[in-house]
């Protein structure tokens, strides 16, 4: 399994553009990369998913460099309810999938 | 449409007392997992089901938990002999199960169960 390395936590002011940055050196070809959100007291939500090059949904970007050995989640302008742990997943199929410990993303008014 | 249910939301219990956790997956997502997330913790990976097999138990901390799934639906987790250690979120998710790419195969999780174990 791949392992990933985030940063533990990371501070924003509003309006501001976020790159949350996930390193997973031992990627395999079969490999997608998926980031979770997660506000306390609740289980983690899909955000977005990409294999290769720039992803793009109503929530985030997503950019995968070629060699796919790292990927950053971009959260254009950010507000106070984006405040929430963010984690970074490598996954190839229905096994075991593990979770980091994820970057606790703290929004500043 | 119903997402993933747990219940009971909140549990608190005796040391040594067993506890089951019940998690209802989506309708029709064949494949569920169980995770245990402690307080500022992430998610630790317990246990994996598809279908109402296991092909995955490695999670399991000890042999105080056991997992079963019936009629490829719902699940339920259960802790013999509670100690204090074992008090955390219990988090259920499920997928679908049936894309060709698993890769692909986004996880929806339930609210979870917090267990306080005195």
């Known amino acids: 399994l791949a392992k990933t390395t985030q940063p533990i936590s990371m501070d924003s002011y509003e309006g501001q553009e976020v790159n949350i940055t996930c390193s997973h050196n031992n990627i395999a070809t079969n490999d997608y990369i998926t980031w979770y959100q997660q506000f306390p007291s609740q289980g983690p939500r899909f955000i977005i998913q990409?294999?290769?090059t720039k992803v793009t949904n109503e929530v985030a970007s997503l950019f995968i460099p070629a060699d796919r050995k790292s990927s950053t989640l971009s959260l254009p302008r950010v507000s106070l309810s984006d405040t929430a742990v963010y984690y970074c997943?490598?996954?190839?199929?229905?096994?075991?999938?593990?979770f980091g410990i994820g970057t606790k993303l703290q929004v500043i008014p | 449409g119903a997402g993933v249910s747990q219940s009971p939301s909140n549990k608190v219990t005796e040391k040594g007392k067993d506890v089951e956790l019940r998690c209802d997956p989506i309708?029709?997502?064949?494949?569920l997992y169980w995770y245990r997330q402690s307080l500022g913790q992430g998610l630790e990976f317990l246990i994996y089901f598809q279908g109402n097999s296991a092909p995955d138990k490695s999670g399991l901390p000890s042999d105080r938990f056991s997992a079963e799934r019936t009629g490829g639906s719902v699940s339920t987790l259960t802790i013999q002999r509670t100690q204090q250690e074992d008090s955390a979120v219990y988090l259920c998710?499920?997928?679908?199960?049936?894309?060709?790419?698993?890769?692909?195969?986004?996880?929806?999780f339930g609210p979870g169960t917090r267990l306080t174990v005195l």
């Open positions: 990409g294999y290769k």
């Open positions: 309708s029709g997502h064949t494949a």
């Open positions: 997943l490598v996954s190839g199929g229905y096994q075991k999938v593990t």
């Open positions: 998710a499920s997928r679908t199960g049936t894309s060709g790419n698993g890769a692909t195969d986004t996880q929806y």
